[in-house]
Every structure is written in C-alpha cells, then in structure tokens.
C-alpha cells in the first residue's frame, strides 16, 4: 500500500490549511458517490475495482494466452488513455531491456496509433515484415484517426502475411459496445471484442479490458493489479476519514498549494520505469482539470535524468511549481558499486554500496534543494514496483483525481477541448461533412 507524506509542503501552506478542506473534501466525495455531480454520466471508474469478476478476469487472461501462444510481437493501437495505462503497468514491471532479450517470456510490446507519424509507421511496418505479429485495437469512441489509421495499415499487413484466418485469432478489438469504426470492424470481421463501458472515460479506462488485456499479454498479473487497486479503493472510499484517506488529503493539498499561487504540478520518479506513469498521470490530470481557464498544469520530470537539464528551473526558476515525488522503497535487484585499485573516478568512497542507495541519497539531496529552494514537496512511497501496488497508486491517482476536479469547480470527466484540433484537421483534409469548416479555414491560411 503506498505511504502520502504532505510534510514538506508545510511552510508554503499549513496542516491547518489542508485539513480545512475536510469538509469540502467529503461534501466532492458524496458528491461522486451519489453521482449528483458535473459528468455523472463518466462515474463507472469509482467502484469498478470491487466489481471486476473472476470470470471476466478469466476471459481476459484466456484472449490474452491466445495472443501469447501466435504471436511474437503484440501492437497496441491506441491513443490517450486507449494506451497510456497499459504502457505506465507495462514498463514499471518489465525489465528495462525486455525487447532486446533472446529469451522472450512474452510477446515484445509496440504501442502504435499514438502519432500520425509516417516515418514511426513506416518503420513500424518495415520492423514487422518478418514477424509473427498480432493486434490489440482500442478506442472507445471506435473513430480516433490516429489510431485508425495505424490500424487500418496494421490489419492489412497481418492479413498479408499471416493469412485472413490467423489474423482474425490474432486481432481484438477493444470499443463500444455498438457504435464506432472499430466495432463495425470487428464485429464484421469475426474478431474476439471486448467492451470499454459507456460510463468509463478513457484516462479511468486502465482496469478495463483496455489496460488489462494488454498488461495481461505482457505477462503481468491482473488479478493482483485489480486487487492492489481494490484494496486502495477501501482506503480512499467517502466513509474513511480525511485524516486517514490519502486520496482525500492529495486532492485537498494540491488544491490548497494551487490556490497559494503554485500553478504547476511537477511528477518526479527516480526510476525510468515509471515514465509512462508520468504520461498517465499527465492525461489523467491534464484533461480533469484543465478547463474553464483553470487548472494546474501537470508535468513531469525523470530524476536524476532531469536534474542534469530541468533541474536548474527547479531549483531557481518562477516560484509557482510544486513537486510530487513517486519513490520507490525497494527496488527488484542487488548491484554494489565495485572497488576500482586506481580509483581515477574518485568514487571509491561508494565501493561496497547499493547503488540504490546512492539514488536514493540523490533522492533526498533532492528533496531538501527543492523545498529550500521554494518547491512544495508531497512523496508518494511505493514499497515496490509490483502488480499490487501500481494497481493501488493508480486508483489513488483516479480517486483524488475526481475529488479533486469537483473541488476545483470543474468538470472532471469531459473534454470538450480536445475537439478544436481534430475540427481543424479534418477541414484541412476535407473530410465529407466538414465543407464549411474547410472554406473557413482555407481562407485564414
Ligand atoms: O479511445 P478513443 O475514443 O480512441 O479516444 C482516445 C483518447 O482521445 C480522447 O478522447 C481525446 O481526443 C481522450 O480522452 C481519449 O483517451
């Protein structure tokens, strides 16, 4: 179960301050609970830990053997939170080198329909020529173009080279129940579909099928995940006490720090595994809260990478950034900093020690800069990168995510401003139905 330490925000605002919002804090958590809130129709995330069966788990966990026992390589095509929960589980629990090992205990993971990139596509199809692939379709709204349109080129090249019959084992589609490109495909081409509910947003969308599947086919265990997350569903609920609610206390410091001028939210990990957590975090808070001209801006940095190159603005720049640290207790392997007899390097003085703990010496070193330099700091400790745990730290993300948003005075659960672009691209392109808006455009160009 993870640990929330606010102490080092106090000084930039007070424990009296954060328990303040005890009582808004649970009015947003009835709120959700009752479902009387902006976007109540997007709630489906909030018990979805304690209502996942074993027999859907079962089914999960029998597609993705399929996938496992034809393929060499599974692509993930999908976008925002169609992929983002997946590769965050993905690569915090797979080896750093996975893709490069002889021994595979797993299809190599590739995320696509994430960029319209042709060169990243091209090269993509180029890398697949020879191997035995298969394909993991996921879009809620079934229409996304960049991910139909990798799809579209991926469907084709599995096709081609492994036969429409083995394609068709080989390929599932994760979408709407009913409407969208992607169902209309799947259920014409007779693919194994699973469903993204109605009332699950995309960035809450990592303990359906969406992120299961995949998690699932990379070879990590999802009925631990589910169960880290169910677990930390208990200790977030509306009945747990603020004091004791991590959730509650997350929601109201970030929301306490944003009021006192601190406009930027920085996640920090020490570990390059949870970069994709960062990008999921990211979307996650970036597209709760980030309307009606509000919101803290949520950004990430990956230490001590960024301390050589973000590190500087941090420590010295416009006082208006906090910083929410994920630390890692225990990390999976041993390695000691060896002895060198010429010691050209100076760094014997480490010769004998884990080299975790010299991260984790950088780690404070760190933290007492930061908050000497201006910076809020809140540390979030993981015991370890497991299943259980990321589970847990990823609806505790959710759970105060929606607090959060309702405390802010917004709506967490839409984003109508992601459309603006996707307007403007498809009257550039002059998609049917976008007449008008491509004569507009054409003629501010
Ligand atoms: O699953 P879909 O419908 O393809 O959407 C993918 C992503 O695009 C968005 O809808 C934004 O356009 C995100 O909210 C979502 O996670």
Same mark, same amino acid.
């Given at each position: 179960m993870i640990k929330l330490n606010i102490e080092k925000t106090f000084g930039f605002i007070s424990k009296e301050s954060v328990d303040a919002y005890a009582a808004e804090v649970k009015a947003a958590q009835e709120t959700l609970e009752q479902g009387t809130g902006k976007g109540n129709d997007f709630l489906g995330w909030l018990h979805l830990p304690s209502s996942i069966t074993p027999e859907h788990l079962a089914d999960l966990k029998a597609t993705a053997q399929v996938l496992r026992d034809n393929c060499e390589v599974v692509i993930v095509a999908g976008i925002g939170g169609s992929y983002l929960g997946a590769r965050a589980v993905i690569e915090a629990l797979s080896n750093s080198f996975t893709w490069l090992q002889d021994k595979k205990t797993a299809p190599v993971m590739i995320y696509a329909g994430h960029n319209i990139s042709e060169d990243y596509l091209f090269e993509l199809t180029e890398y697949l020529k020879d191997k035995k692939f298969g394909v993991i379709n996921i879009s809620k709204s079934g229409t996304t173009t960049e991910t139909a349109l990798a799809f579209r080129?991926?469907?084709? +090249?599995?096709?081609? +080279?492994?036969?429409?019959?083995?394609?068709?084992?080989?390929?599932?589609?994760?979408?709407?129940?009913?409407?969208?490109?992607? =169902?209309?495909?799947?259920?014409?081409?007779?693919?194994?579909?699973?469903?993204?509910?109605?009332?699950?947003?995309g960035r809450f969308s990592v303990l359906t099928p969406v992120g299961l599947l995949p998690i699932a086919v990379a070879g990590f265990?999802?009925?631990?995940?589910?169960?880290?997350?169910?677990?930390?569903?208990?200790?977030?609920?509306?009945?747990?006490?603020?004091?004791?609610?991590?959730?509650?206390?997350?929601?109201?410091? =970030?929301?306490?720090?944003?009021?006192?001028?601190?406009?930027?939210?920085?996640?920090?990990?020490?570990?390059?595994?949870?970069?994709?957590?960062?990008?999921?975090?990211? +979307?996650?808070?970036?597209?709760?809260?980030?309307?009606?001209?509000?919101?803290?801006?949520?950004?990430?940095?990956?230490?001590?990478?960024?301390?050589?190159?973000?590190?500087?603005?941090? +420590?010295?720049?416009?006082?208006?950034?906090?910083?929410?640290?994920?630390?890692?207790?225990?990390?999976?392997?041993?390695?000691?900093?060896?002895?060198d007899e010429a010691n050209l390097d100076g760094l014997n003085f480490l010769a004998g020690k884990r080299v975790d703990e010299v991260n984790k010496m950088a780690e404070l070193g760190t933290q007492l800069a930061h908050v000497d330099g201006g910076v809020p700091n809140i540390r979030i400790v993981l015991p370890e990168l497991t299943? !259980?745990?990321?589970?847990?730290?990823? !609806?505790?993300?959710?759970?105060?995510?929606?607090?959060?948003?309702?405390?802010?005075?917004?709506?967490?659960?839409?984003?109508?401003?992601?459309?603006?672009?996707?307007?403007?691209?498809?009257?550039?392109?002059?998609?049917?139905?976008?007449?008008?808006?491509s004569k507009a455009i054409q003629a501010r160009l």
């Open positions: 080129l991926l469907k084709k +090249q599995c096709e081609d +080279q492994r036969g429409k019959e083995t394609a068709r084992k080989v390929i599932v589609a994760i979408t709407d129940p009913k409407k969208g490109a992607a =169902r209309i495909t799947a259920d014409k081409e007779g693919y194994k579909s699973f469903i993204i509910p109605d009332n699950v947003g265990d999802i009925e631990k995940l589910v169960a880290g997350a169910a677990d930390m569903e208990k200790a977030c609920g509306a009945h747990v006490p603020f004091t004791e609610n991590p959730a509650a206390i997350y929601a109201a410091t =970030r929301n306490d720090l944003y009021k006192n001028g601190k406009k930027i939210e920085i996640l920090v990990n020490f570990s390059p595994k949870l970069h994709y957590v960062s990008e999921w975090w990211k +979307q996650l808070y970036g597209e709760s809260e980030g309307k009606d001209n509000k919101g803290i801006f949520p950004a990430a940095v990956d230490f001590s990478t960024d301390l050589h190159s973000m590190g500087q603005w941090i +420590q010295e720049g416009e006082r208006t950034i906090f910083e929410t640290v994920i630390s890692v207790e225990k990390v999976e392997h041993k390695l000691e900093v060896p002895t299943e !259980y745990n990321i589970g847990g730290l990823m !609806y505790f993300f959710e759970k105060a995510c929606g607090i959060s948003g309702y405390l802010l005075g917004v709506n967490p659960f839409n984003q109508p401003g992601v459309e603006a672009y996707k307007k403007n691209m498809f009257a550039l392109l002059n998609k049917p139905g976008y007449e008008e808006e």
